[in-house]
């Protein structure tokens, strides 16, 4: 789409003479601190032993190369499906989807609600960047990142080029790394899928791209075929069964249980110590109100689901530590 024909911001701005309303969103998710922290926070492997694993920040930008290349092909706008892209997993916690699933069952336990990388992603963008102004970003990249997983269908085709286009890179990439890690070995792989998408992780994607692309323009609409779509359905459930589980539990899953609810029941009873860049105040400063116990989750959820990896770790230990051996 154009994005002259963008249904706008939640708050009027004036136009940019050298940028479009997507390119200045993208510019804006580019240089936000969530985007800078994504290079510290864990894809798969929790704190792996080795430079070449993927971060939640390569795994973004692969998802931004193939959802542009797809994006080009078929003549969409390059721009609104990149800044949907870049800003698809602001919202993740430290640890992957090991610590998402951790503040999940927290939440849910306090009837706070739960908790969804998708959805903290749109409350980063919208409340917690730029010291809880937001980022003010379009209602288009808005609704891409928020539905770029789960249920919700992106309202436009370049929301839905991103919602596949991250599926086709973390199924190559995550495969790519747990083979580095010795999880699984190629003896495990199952022949009929690899023959079909392909040996090697660059056929694949290759593979994968040119029927997203060839299929979108047969449906007028984004899609896969119904042959490579179920063999990419079947590579996920292989890293389901095999990587994921194996992964959390083999790379320190307990640990980071500890450390999530440790953060978490620490700032819950200790709600001053929470920074003001964790997000909004629960109540206005000064009116001396108990803070609703909901309001005070999410905001804590804020502020551990916003944390690194290392930072989490480091925090989490000086917070154990008696005060005389922290260091």
């Known amino acids: 789409m154009r994005s002259t024909d963008s249904r706008g911001r939640r708050r009027e701005e004036a136009p940019c003479l050298l940028r479009t309303e997507f390119q200045r969103d993208r510019d804006r998710i580019l240089h936000c601190k969530a985007f800078r922290r994504l290079k510290h926070k864990t894809q798969v492997f929790i704190a792996p032993e080795g430079d070449h694993y993927r971060t ?31 800003g698809h997993d602001l919202g993740h916690t430290p640890f992957g989807h090991a610590g998402e699933e951790v503040l999940n069952e927290i939440l849910e336990e306090m009837g706070a609600g739960g908790f969804r990388h998708n959805e903290q992603s749109l409350r980063v963008v919208d409340t917690l960047e730029n010291d809880g102004a937001g980022l003010n970003l379009t209602w288009e990249v808005r609704d891409g990142i928020r539905n770029h997983t789960g249920a919700g269908q992106p309202a436009t085709l370049e929301g839905k080029i991103v919602h596949v286009g991250d599926r086709i890179a973390y199924v190559n990439h995550d495969l790519d790394d747990a083979l580095r890690a010795g999880l699984i070995g190629t003896g495990d792989l199952p022949p009929g899928l690899f023959s079909l998408l392909g040996n090697t992780g660059s056929e694949r994607i290759d593979t994968l791209v040119h029927d997203l692309v060839d299929t979108s323009v047969e449906l007028g609409d984004i899609g896969q075929s119904r042959r490579i779509g179920e063999a990419m359905s079947s590579l996920r459930e292989f890293l389901f069964a095999t990587v994921y589980a194996r992964s959390i539990e083999e790379n320190g899953g307990q640990q980071v249980r500890r450390v999530i609810r440790g953060l978490f029941c620490h700032f ?19 009116t001396g109100t108990t803070p609703s116990l909901d309001l005070l989750a999410v905001r804590v959820a804020d502020y551990v689901a916003g944390m690194t990896d290392r930072f989490a770790m480091k925090l989490y230990f000086s917070l154990s530590l008696p005060k005389g051996w922290a260091v």
């Open 268 to 286: 819950l009873e200790h709600p001053d110590l929470l920074p003001s860049a964790a997000g909004p105040p629960v109540v206005p400063v000064g």
């Open 56 to 86: 939640r920040l390569t795994h973004t930008l692969e998802v931004a190369g193939v959802a542009r290349a797809a994006a080009r092909a078929l003549r969409l706008n390059e721009d609104l499906t990149e800044a949907i892209a870049l």
